[in-house]
Structure formats: structure tokens, C-alpha cells
């Protein structure tokens, strides 16, 4: 990818490379990660690769913990904590608890809140 003047961006440093290994060890995925660090998914994807890295297979609804995110949201949980304690998106949660036969609350405030 290029920089705005049109010249080529250096690749990523040491310091790059290792925050993204920290951080996709922390269970962020690789676009995530590519947004934090403003770089493109391929570049640290590669870099991932380089550094030795297994990556996780893509696929996320069947990757995610469905009984963890299951026993969250029965315990009263939102789907968007859900979300962000995994870190997947809403929807991936959503489509992991609709398969897994979890009865779903009605949208809008949660029973205990105002």
C-alpha cells in the first residue's frame, strides 16, 4: 500500500511486528489488529506468517466458544459485551447463540436495567 505522496510504506517494524504478534495472541484478529497499527490486512498478515505465527482458521461463527458465549448471555449479558469480550462482531455472536438453540431476550432494555 502507499502513502499518501504515493511512495511505497516501509514494512513494519520490529516493534510493529511485535505488537501484532502480542495482540493476535491475545485473540484480536488480523483486521483488527491491521486497523489499530494503520496497516493493510495482508502486510500483517504476513508479517504474522513470518514471525511464525499459526494462524487461527478464518471462519468465525464456528471458531467462537458457543458454550462460554451461550453461559454469558444467559447470565444476562448483551450480545455487544458478548462482542467485545471475544472480540467478534455483534452479529457473529448473534449467529453463534441462533445455532447453538439459545432463546433469545426481546430487543431492548434488559430486564434488570431502567
Known amino acids: 500500500m502507499s502513502t ?7 514494512p513494519m517494524s520490529a516493534e510493529e511486528v511485535a505488537q501484532a504478534v502480542a495482540a493476535y495472541g491475545g485473540a484480536q484478529s488480523i483486521r483488527q489488529i491491521a486497523a489499530q497499527l494503520d496497516r493493510p490486512y495482508t502486510t500483517v498478515r504476513f508479517a504474522l ?19 462460554q458465549v ?3 448471555y444467559r447470565a444476562g449479558q448483551t ?4 462482542a467485545a469480550q471475544f472480540h467478534y462482531s455483534t452479529g457473529t455472536v448473534w449467529h453463534a447463540l441462533n445455532r447453538a438453540g439459545v432463546q433469545m ?4 432494555r434488559r430486564p434488570d436495567g431502567p
Open 49 to 67: 506468517l513470518a514471525a511464525g505465527v499459526t494462524l487461527r482458521p478464518s471462519g468465525g461463527v464456528t471458531q467462537l466458544p458457543r458454550d
Open 105 to 108: 431476550r426481546p430487543v431492548g
Open 4 to 10: 499518501a505522496n504515493g511512495r511505497p510504506r516501509p
Open 70 to 72: 451461550a453461559a454469558a
Open 79 to 82: 450480545i455487544r459485551q458478548i
